[in-house]
């Protein structure tokens, strides 16, 4: 029996990443649903993934080993994390979670200006067409709706998060363990929004601070191991073997698995026009061209 290429492995450990990531908006949806605004829904998700990785061996061992400097720099990347899912439940509380999904496709687009400023690369003009055919389709699929514009723009800010904590994780992925590095930076993203809970709480509508009923604690958990601790620790081994810009292009078939479980959950379809089928092949037809054409073109 062969067994499996690291290249290969983190390609199937990326999309099982995807998938789940993708299923987090439906979670998202239903939570919102219970009464949570997407900060509040974000701290409980924090706190949950934390639990969970209590029971994961060495962490804190390896944290020690770590620099004071290597620590805050992980932290802030955490904060980086927890303003992305912030803005991305926030963006499904305003549209729809076909809408917040679509709007992260735009990452690769931020992707490709931003990974060369961090790694002192040359912009890629491939990777900035690619992008730019990316950014159509997202158009193609919410369609200039006036009905969610501010949706739409703190979606597209959830994508920007994205886009600088992906390169940012791309950076640290191989110097340490995947659960400690996700331990201080949910720590540090948790830090942050309890600090500014004032200010969130303020601007983000909510009905309750806590689940009323047991089905929402049940999403949550669900929400912070399965879609948070186990897909995260996929995503970040992933990274060991792909670039930043490879994960952020894949990443945009997240939208399209998560509109297809809306479709089946949430009837969303109803909500869709003929764009959303044209940017959804505008979108694939770029995450699988995207090899072969740096194949073709010679890019690294």
Partial sequence: MHRISPKILAYIQLHTAIFLFGFTGI?????????????????YRLVFTLIS????????????????KER????????????HWVTFYTSIQLSNVSIALSCLASTPFFISFIEPL???KKISGLEVILGAFIVGGVICIYGFSADYRIGIAIGITSALCAAIFGVLNKNIAHKYSTFSIMAIEFSGGLVLLLLTAPIHLSLI????????????WWHLITLAILCTTVAYTLSIKALRHVSAYTAGLSINLEPIYGIVLAYYFFQE???LHVGFYVGTVIIVSAVFLHPLLKKRFGEN
Avoid: H
Wanted: aromatic share 12%; proline share 5%.
């Fill in 72 to 83: 805050w720099q992980i932290a802030g990347i955490g904060c980086i994390v927890a303003l």
């Fill in 269 to 271: 379809n109803k909500d």
């Fill in 27 to 43: 979670l998202g949806r239903w939570i919102n649903e219970g009464g949570l605004s997407g900060s509040v829904l974000v701290i």
């Fill in 118 to 120: 961090f790694f002192k």
């Fill in 205 to 216: 509508p909510y009905k309750s601070l806590y689940p009323t009923e047991a089905i929402t």
């Fill in 53 to 68: 990785l209590l029971f994961m061996p060495n962490i804190f061992a390896e944290i020690k080993q770590m620099t004071v």
